[in-house]
């Protein structure tokens, strides 16, 4: 029970934080923090038990009635991300406290935040790929909510659609995929599925279920061509960016490729589906990343292609290639979150985040400086920060990536490492350096809420550095272990001697600093070759929204154009040919027995129902239509009371009465009684009424003569008294043996009196 | 236009019909009647006191808002089914409780009942809310209309001072 319990943990936080930022508005993030701090030490506790003894399994009922079981499972790889989770998730909410302190949305933002975590724990620890798609889906929900927090700003609510909307796609794709998987597997259990890789493999649907899979991931982790959606979300408040858009969320993309590449990885479509759209990514991304002034955004983009990195090394998918991948995850974890944690510091402290602008904080802001500047050298991957090691394996990966090329995919990685120093001196080096420039609010170190987080993950990458074999051993080995299912040995080391790696890292990083130097002219040519704005996906995206739009609004017209007429219409019309068309396809129709022991009293009733039917439809005067409506009611009841069915009886009888007394409520306020329709619509009108009337009556003739074998009002005279203690079987029915059915009806019911109450009370009062 | 007779007949009707309405909801599990017609003949009679008198009367006599009516209904019926789901059964199992009653006789109870109770005031909040905002939004539009028709007249009646 304990992974779970770390899930309902995460959720009990997010439920008790609206109450404690109400009674504590100052304490209330260190406070809540407590409890994904106790996460992350109770994970970090389990590290030595998953070295040497292997994954931790736990498995609660879920659906009984099909088989299907909440599985919880516990392996390097869930391990590391789930630590990331819960750290970087602590210090975030440290953060969001000092970030969102006075303000009064604090504690809904605490709540969501805290919703998105434990969604975010299930899609890491769940071994079932149902529970990890409800998870899955679940992030992306609290995602939205987060993206569009400042909701009365049209920019962020519309960047919040596009990222639900893009990543609800992919995920869309990553259902069918799942359950492609699980149908060619015999299971739903991820540990059961990886051991039967053959099986999968030899499954006639593999190549579209590795396409669907790998697109749910793409979208998730902001890979071309559904990148754009990333920069847009950094309408969220930074704490939101820093933890969901560069640690956590959009790397989930990575962690499910990470997870099913013991299926899927070694074959041509993986090398080329999820290496190609890495590599794409990285090198696009970094292109248009160099020329953003916006920190967020700069920093966004460089996020981006970090992922693509990731993605590309999956893709490759050697042993090096996924030690490098996980390594490289990690560092990025620590010294992308400490940079937009520091982002989000300079915007709330200065009022600004241009990032051509801000210069000379370093005597204001001398705490955020020494945080900024660890992240950025780990960044830029100078020795010995942990960014350093990464990026060495990277390019340790692409080296020896054999069939492929090397030299060519040397140069693809060199592209983003080159543009990473750019963008860490841009972001993490010049606001502090050179003159003190104005700015809207005199800077100043924020209060320590704000700077525990950005300062620890910033030394952690420097410790990480310093002593790599403590993450080497504890994180990264294992993790690369459940992902090629080898015992990985991870040697990670600031010296390998000189070798082809460090001789790239020593160039990445001239060139990195040239580029700096001369980042004007490059960031103009840059700006000018950035064409994705007029042909870029996302032109696509929005060109697919306005179409759908354009569609559902001339449909909306057509079909609800306002006149009740035409609603009646369409659902006549629309009926009538779904039933018919059911009704006559089913082949010769029963001959009809008509019961013809017919009663003159019988006759006389029906006689007058009809007449009354003919006097509604061709008077002049409303009020003698609403009266023969009546009596075509009453009549109706009559039948039902001479049939034996008086508990429809009364109903209709009560119905009846109603409806006359809505019908002179509603009377007050028609115009004056006028024919208007043209005479042919009137006939058009006739043929449809008519033709769906003759319908329901075949209907009801073919229902009689239809024999089943048993008659249901056997089964209910039987077992009304017995089982339900009543003798009215309608009533039974009703509420015993059909009680849900009566459920959804009454509320039903209960929406509709509420919306009739909300059309005419609630409505804004014209002046 | 109140009618003296309809009103003071209201008066005396209601009363009977809301007792008949209970009869109909309990006698409902063995004859005909239920919730969903006992329901339908309480709400009549609040509607008779509507007509005869004015909304507002209805109101009075009811003493609860109507949509307050509708939101307890869908909560008794709702809760009468996790009782089952509390035994272990599935949700809205009938769960039927033997109790000793007065004078030696027994009181046979179910969570059915307390479901057709949901029903009844679903039933009656439902069709009283759909009334009583449309007889209100009547008068109201009747009385706007008045208002405007005065408030012209008076403006034709200053113009002519002028």
């Known amino acids: ?767 | 236009m109140v009618s003296l007779i309809l009103a003071t007949a209201a008066r005396v009707v209601q009363p009977l019909l809301l007792v008949f309405s209970i009869f109909l909801l309990i006698r409902g599990h063995n004859a005909p009647g239920g919730g969903f017609a006992g329901g339908l003949v309480a709400a009549i009679a609040f509607i008779l006191l509507a007509v005869a008198n004015d909304p507002e009367t209805a109101r009075r006599s009811l003493r609860v808002n109507p949509r307050h009516v509708l939101a307890v209904g869908l909560l008794i019926a709702a809760a009468s089914g996790l009782v089952g789901l509390a035994a272990g059964r599935a949700f809205l199992t009938g769960i039927f409780f033997d109790l000793p009653a007065l004078a030696g006789g027994r009181l046979e109870l179910s969570t059915v009942f307390f479901f057709d109770v949901g029903v009844y005031l679903t039933v009656v909040g439902v069709t009283l809310t759909i009334v009583l905002t449309l007889v209100e939004a009547t008068e109201d539009e009747r009385d706007e209309a008045a208002r405007a028709a005065a408030q012209e007249e008076a403006s034709e009646r200053s113009h002519s001072w002028s």
């Open chain 1, 1 to 767: 029970m304990s992974l779970m319990a770390t899930i309902l943990a995460a959720l009990a936080a997010g439920a008790v934080a609206p109450l404690l930022v109400g009674r504590a508005p100052r304490a209330a993030g260190w406070l809540l923090a407590v409890v994904p701090a106790l996460i992350a030490a109770w994970l970090a506790a389990q590290v030595p038990r998953i070295v040497d003894g292997g994954p931790i399994r736990e498995t609660v009922a879920w659906i009984p009635a099909l088989g299907i079981e909440a599985s919880f499972r516990l392996d390097g790889l869930a391990l590391l991300f789930a630590l990331l989770i819960s750290g970087i998730g602590a210090l975030v909410v440290v953060y969001a406290g000092g970030y969102l302190a006075g303000d009064r949305r604090l504690g809904r933002f605490s709540l969501i935040l805290f919703a998105f975590m434990a969604s975010m724990l299930g899609v890491v620890l769940a071994d079932n790929l149902l529970l990890l798609y409800a998870a899955w889906a679940l992030t992306g929900i609290t995602s939205y909510l987060l993206i569009g927090f400042d909701s009365h700003s049209p920019t962020a609510r519309r960047a919040a659609l596009q990222a639900l909307i893009t990543t609800f796609a992919g995920e869309l794709a990553l259902l069918a995929g799942i359950v492609m998987l699980g149908q060619a597997g015999g299971s739903y259990e991820l540990s059961v599925l990886v051991e039967r890789g053959d099986r999968i493999a030899a499954d006639p649907l593999f190549g579209p279920m590795t396409v669907l899979l790998v697109a749910g991931a793409l979208t998730k982790s902001a890979q071309f061509p559904f990148h754009y959606w990333l920069p847009n979300a950094m309408e969220a408040p930074t704490p939101v960016s820093a933890y969901l858009h560069s640690a956590t969320m959009v790397k989930a993309g990575v962690y499910l490729l990470a997870r099913i590449s013991p299926i899927f990885a070694g074959t041509d479509l993986w090398l080329w589906l999820v290496g190609g759209a890495g590599a794409i990514t990285m090198v696009l991304a970094a292109f248009l990343a160099i020329h953003q002034t916006d920190l967020k955004r700069l920093l966004a983009y460089s996020t981006v292609s970090a992922l693509g990195i990731m993605t590309f090394l999956l893709g490759i998918g050697s042993e090096h290639a996924v030690n490098a991948a996980m390594t490289f995850l990690l560092g990025h974890a620590l010294y992308k979150g400490t940079l937009f944690l520091v982002a989000g510091i300079l915007d709330h402290e200065t009022g600004m985040r241009d990032a051509s602008r801000l210069s000379g904080l370093r005597t204001a802001m001398p705490i955020t400086m020494v945080a900024a500047a660890l992240a950025a050298f780990s960044m830029a991957a100078l020795p010995p920060f942990f960014g350093f090691i990464g990026k060495e394996l990277v390019y340790e990966a692409a080296v020896h990536a054999e069939p492929l090329p090397p030299a060519l995919l040397t140069a693809l990685v060199l592209a983003p490492s080159v543009v990473f120093v750019v963008v860490a001196a841009v972001a993490g080096i010049r606001p502090f350096a050179g003159p003190r420039v104005d700015l809207p609010k005199a800077p100043h170190d924020p209060g320590p809420a704000m700077l525990v987080g950005p300062v620890l993950l910033g030394a952690l990458g420097v410790i990480g550095g310093l002593v790599p074999a403590a993450f080497a051993t504890g994180l990264v080995s294992p993790a690369a272990a459940s992902i090629t299912g080898t015992p990985s040995d991870v040697e990670l080391a600031l010296w390998h001697g000189l070798t082809p790696m460090l001789l790239l890292s020593g160039l990445t990083l001239l060139l990195g600093i040239a580029a700096f130097w001369s980042l004007a002219p490059i960031a103009a040519l840059a700006r000018r070759a950035d064409v994705g704005g007029r042909i870029g996906p996302e032109r696509g995206y929005e060109g697919a929204m306005d179409g759908i739009r354009a569609a559902a609004d001339a449909l909306a017209r057509y079909v609800q154009n306002g006149l009740l007429r035409r609603y009646l219409l369409m659902i006549l019309v629309a009926g009538t040919a779904l039933v018919g068309f059911a009704f006559v396809g089913r082949g010769p129709l029963p001959s009809l027995r008509l019961p013809l022991d017919v009663q003159a009293h019988e006759l006389a009733v029906v006689g007058i129902v009809i007449i009354a039917a003919l006097t509604a439809i061709t008077t002049r005067s409303r009020l003698s239509a609403i009266a023969a409506l009546g009596i075509v009611g009453y009549g109706v009841a009559l039948i039902y009371l001479l049939f034996g069915a008086p508990d429809l009886a009364m109903t209709q009888i009560l119905i009846e009465t109603l409806t006359v007394i809505l019908f002179v409520l509603v009377l007050y306020h028609l115009p004056r009684f006028a024919i208007l329709s043209s005479r042919a619509a009137r006939v058009r009108d006739a043929v449809i009424a008519g033709t769906a009337g003759v319908l329901m009556g075949g209907l009801t003739l073919a229902a009689f003569s239809v024999q089943n074998d048993v008659p249901l009002s056997e089964f209910f005279g039987a077992t009304s008294y017995p089982d339900a203690h009543g003798r009215n079987i309608v009533n039974v029915i009703l509420v015993d043996f059909r009680a849900m059915d009566t459920l959804g009806e009454i509320t039903v019911l209960a929406l509709a009196a509420l919306g009739i109450y909300a059309l005419l009370r609630l409505r804004p009062r014209r002046t």
